[in-house]
């Protein structure tokens, strides 16, 4: 099974010549299956560009949520329509939303929102404060101060999720693909080759994703967990323990790409042309 890995192709900046194209070279890998990291577009056409994209592929469409697909819109609102739409949408599969999927004997696929939750890193002397606290009705409603909690809470239940599903994988499993946007941990936050530092960790790093990870990781020693993730448009590759390693993908605004291709057999999986 070849499954090409997408992220961050943030639609909504994509001419029609360039979505065409983007289109010919992911139909020139003839992948299986594909799956998007996140980013996709924004709240007010995140549904239509992913029931375009499934119809213009007659392959399933796995995929996870960024914080810029809710822009214009509530979190909860998004995530209520893209599940509206997958259960409309054969080839739609909203991973948040479902357990895990089972891609080869003993390879198994997660996936998970996550959100920069301000538990990496300084949030209180960080000068940084995201388009996120502008765009999205769950932070505009509320007081500047009341954030950082949210922003808590987003990773908490993104963690919480994400912990019931790896404990939904069979026990037979030897390979577990992870599908997150934020990166969960710091090792794997690149911008220009180098991890980020205590200004910008909070809103790019999943901390509580990144815990449950490790702690699963160290349980399941019989098992090798490769995470996908996108977010800061930087890419690189982070082993965090033997069995744990995280690929982070690239992006430019307005050149949509694939990231790589995902080789899956049975109780293998390789992650072909990613780019360290
Ligand atoms: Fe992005
Ligand atoms: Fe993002």
Redesign the pocket.
């Known amino acids: 099974m070849r499954i090409a890995w997408i992220t961050?192709p943030h639609l909504n900046h994509v001419s029609p010549d360039r979505w065409d194209q983007w289109c010919d070279r992911i139909a020139s890998m003839q992948p299986d299956a594909l799956l998007i990291t996140?980013?996709i577009s924004e709240g007010d056409d995140v549904e239509l560009q992913l029931r375009r994209t499934a119809e213009r592929f007659a392959v399933p469409l796995y995929f996870v949520l960024?914080?810029?697909d809710f822009y214009q819109s509530s979190i909860a609102q998004t995530r209520q329509n893209v599940i509206a739409a997958s259960r409309d949408h054969n080839a739609l599969n909203y991973l948040t939303d479902r357990g895990p999927v089972a891609l080869a004997d003993g390879v198994y696929l997660v996936g998970e929102d996550g959100w920069g939750d301000a538990t990496v890193g300084n949030y209180d002397e960080s000068f940084i404060r995201l388009n996120d606290f502008k765009l999205i009705d769950d932070f505009r409603e509320i007081s500047d101060d009341r954030w950082k909690a949210k922003l808590q809470q987003l990773g908490a239940d993104s963690a919480a999720r994400l912990q019931v599903k790896l404990n939904a994988v069979p026990r037979n499993a030897t390979q577990i693909l992870v599908a997150t946007?934020?990166p969960p941990f710091r090792e794997s936050c690149w911008y220009e080759g180098k991890t980020t530092d205590d200004h910008w960790a909070p809103f790019f790093v999943c901390g509580e994703v990144g815990r449950t990870l490790m702690e699963f990781c160290q349980r399941r020693v019989d098992c090798q967990t490769t995470v996908i993730c996108?977010?800061t448009h930087h890419d690189g590759i982070a082993t965090l323990r033997e069995n744990l390693i995280v690929h982070t993908g690239s992006a430019v605004y307005g050149a949509p790409d694939v990231e790589a291709v995902i080789e899956v057999t049975a109780n293998e999986l390789h992650i072909a042309g990613h780019r360290r």
């Open positions: 961050d996140g980013d960024g914080n810029h946007h934020v996108g977010h």
